[in-house]
């Protein structure tokens, strides 16, 4: 069982809100995900068959590919002929009145044979027919080669050159042709002949729709049968154009016999049982290995949002027909890894692929990349310190999917030729996304109040206000914390523990000390405060500058997890050194050891231990008389054996086995500092 999962229970409270947000996260993500009710099939010409063989469980016709019943309608379009209806009182009403304006208007402007000519010409034209510019324009456009005419029950089939528009009828009138001797066209023109023009057909949709209608109703769209029990494909077989439109054709009839209503309902309850499922088997993880977590709701909260955000990306995708793999979904165990723990980020992915997943019709591919990008996401992120470490992430991310896709491309294409290389710019594109990892730390950090490798370094610039401040004001301390941070970082190291965490609260631990400096022994010269005050006030002024460490931190803004290492690197303990002086000098005085006693907490995680131990160790061996193996190895084992049995470290993960190597690290660490030398043997007097 992990050294973190603390075995402390839930109020009912708390459970209540934990499962809360479980149930909120279950039903946010099914209600958005996708319910098409078409096949679950994914297939393409010249692909191999992905999935199990596939037999008929009833009879269906094969239908023909949309390119060849395009190719057999046109052809048969070419027969069709729309129906206009014939009005031959148009053509009688325009010629009556074209008379009687010449008789009226052109008779003294105009020659009197003009208009003999004019009405004859107009006879002819609305005999044959006149289309409207839009009409005519239409069957232009269509390439319709004839139409129909009817007049009551008869119609007749005629070609489109030989029917008018306004535009060309006007032409055919006008044109005088070879009869320059009779007629002038400047003058014939003087008669506005335009004007009575009008279309004596008009065009009949349903007519014409029903005729269309007969037409279309002879084209056959089957090309075969399939017969019950025939077995359509194999897994791994090519899928060729033959085999293509059978599976169409299956999908088809699939579509039409099942009800789609139905089929959504039962689909949803699928989809409602496999996220509860999947969300249930993360609970169950926190609560075997990181209970911790559950104990946390900032936690909480983060290992939720990413189950729920990215599949509703993938919903989204998906309903927009997009394509899937440019989401960087690597980005999810980047963030928990930082955060929290590789394993947790591992386990937290897989549930998250696996709810993105059951979305997509070709699964197993999907899964099977997004894992091997997330584990090397994981791997390559162990400790995210700069920002060059997250480019290099990303190529290592994108690359070995690249490599895996490939993998399982060449698996079942066996061909490169047959490769899918657009998907390879999907990968790219998502490697390229997975940089905005970096600022989006920074929002997760804010909104959840958690703090990043990034911002540990950050802090750790000794060039920040606080520390430059601390190393002018009190140099001492500032050496004293520098000093702290390089062994608490050792033992880190050593034990599997966050060193760059423990080196940061290291150097912020004592920064409390740089309001009152002389009153500790590091910053003193010769003069000691201390003389002039009686032990209460002094221990008073010890103990306030962890009070005065928060307040600092507060005004700079400082991480809460900061803040608990200068809370809890004295612990509950006891300013031993005013606290003994003050029973010596008072032995019948009884005395609350309240007045001499840190506020505390004592450390509650392994950092925070580590940094009490090496805070302590550190500060003892500057009173040393002599630095021998002897003298150092007794002063560590004395100093953390005493807050063993004080209980310091009740409260927190750490083993005997840790406090075992934390004392060999400082050990080995103060021998070098302090530059032991072997004691030399004394000569006996013989």
Not at 81 to 93: H, I, K, L, Q
Not at 397 to 414: C, D, N, Q, R
Not at 513 to 528: A, D, G, L, Y
Not at 595 to 613: D, R, S
């Amino acid at each position: 069982m992990s050294r973190y999962n603390q075995q402390s229970k839930l109020s009912p409270k708390a459970l209540i809100y934990r499962i809360a947000i479980a149930l909120v996260a279950v039903l946010a993500v099914t209600f958005y995900m996708p319910r098409d009710t078409s096949s679950s099939y994914l297939f393409d010409i010249g692909k191999p068959w992905r999935y199990s063989q596939l037999i008929a469980t009833f009879d269906f016709p094969i239908y023909k590919n949309a390119e060849v019943v395009r190719r057999e309608q046109d052809s048969i379009m070419r027969e069709y002929e729309p129906y206009f209806a014939y009005n031959s009182a148009v053509g009688d009403e325009q010629t009556a009145h074209f008379e009687q304006v010449f008789e009226q208007e052109y008779r003294n402007v105009v020659p009197q044979h003009y208009c003999k000519y004019i009405v004859e010409r107009m006879k002819t034209v609305y005999a044959k027919g006149i289309l409207s510019m839009e009409d005519y324009s239409t069957l232009r456009e269509d390439s319709i080669t004839g139409v129909r005419i009817f007049t009551q029950n008869e119609a007749v089939s005629h070609k489109i050159q030989d029917i008018y528009s306004i535009k060309s009828a006007y032409e055919y009138i006008t044109n005088i042709g070879t009869d320059t001797a009779i007629y002038d066209r400047k003058i014939l023109l003087r008669c506005d002949i335009g004007e009575f023009l009008q279309p004596n057909m008009s065009y009949d949709k349903n007519k014409s729709d029903a005729f269309r209608k007969d037409l279309l109703s002879s084209l056959s769209y089957a090309q075969g049968m399939v017969m019950s029990g025939q077995k359509i494909i194999d897994r791994g077989e090519i899928v060729n154009q033959n085999t293509y439109d059978i599976l169409v054709s299956f999908e088809k009839e699939m579509a039409k016999r099942n009800d789609s209503t139905k089929q959504i309902r039962v689909m949803f309850i699928g989809q409602l049982l496999y996220v509860a499922i999947i969300t249930l088997c993360l609970m169950l993880y926190f609560n075997l290995f990181r209970r911790d977590y559950l104990s946390n709701t900032r936690r909480i909260l983060m290992l939720a949002s990413m189950p729920v955000i990215f599949p509703l990306v993938t919903s989204f995708m998906i309903k927009q027909s997009l394509m899937v793999y440019i989401v960087p979904f690597a980005m999810a165990p980047i963030f928990i890894r930082v955060f929290m723990d590789s394993r947790t980020a591992f386990v937290t992915h897989v549930a998250t692929i696996l709810l993105c997943a059951i979305q997509m019709k070709s699964p197993f591919e999907f899964i099977a990349t997004q894992l091997v990008a997330g584990m090397v996401a994981i791997y390559s992120l162990r400790e995210l310190s700069q920002r060059s470490q997250l480019v290099r992430s990303a190529f290592y991310v994108t690359l070995a999917s690249m490599a895996f896709y490939l993998g399982m491309e060449l698996i079942h294409a066996k061909d490169f030729s047959a490769l899918e290389y657009r998907m390879y710019v999907y990968i790219a594109i998502n490697g390229i996304l997975l940089l905005f990892a970096y600022p989006l730390l920074f929002l997760l950090e804010k909104a959840f109040g958690f703090t990043s490798n990034v911002t540990l370094v950050e802090l750790s610039n000794i060039n920040n206000e606080i520390l430059r401040k601390m190393s002018e004001v009190a140099p001492g301390t500032f050496q004293h914390s520098m000093q702290v941070a390089n062994l608490a970082a050792e033992v880190a190291n050593r034990i599997g523990a966050k060193s760059q965490l423990v080196r940061t609260g290291a150097l912020y631990h004592d920064i409390g000390k740089t309001c009152n400096p002389v009153f500790f022994t590091e910053n003193q010269t010769s003069v000691n405060p201390h003389e002039k005050l009686s032990l209460e006030d002094s221990a008073k002024i010890v103990i306030n500058h962890v009070k005065d460490g928060l307040k600092l931190a507060e005004k700079y803004n400082l991480p809460k997890i900061i803040k608990d290492f200068i809370a809890t690197h004295h612990g509950k303990g006891i300013t031993k050194y005013f606290f003994i002086s003050y029973k010596n000098k008072y032995p019948n005085e009884e005395i609350s050891e309240e007045v001499f006693t840190y506020p505390g907490p004592n450390p509650f995680t392994l950092e925070q231990a580590i940094l009490m131990m090496a805070d302590a160790v550190e500060a003892a061996s500057r009173s040393l008389n002599e630095y021998t193996e002897e003298s150092i190895s007794a002063l560590v084992e004395k100093i953390i054996d005493a807050q063993i049995q004080e209980g310091f470290f009740k409260d927190c993960p750490i083993t005997f086995h840790d406090i075992y190597l934390a004392k060999e690290v400082f050990k080995e660490k103060l021998k070098t500092i302090y530059h032991t030398r072997i004691s030399y043997p004394e000569l006996k007097n013989q």
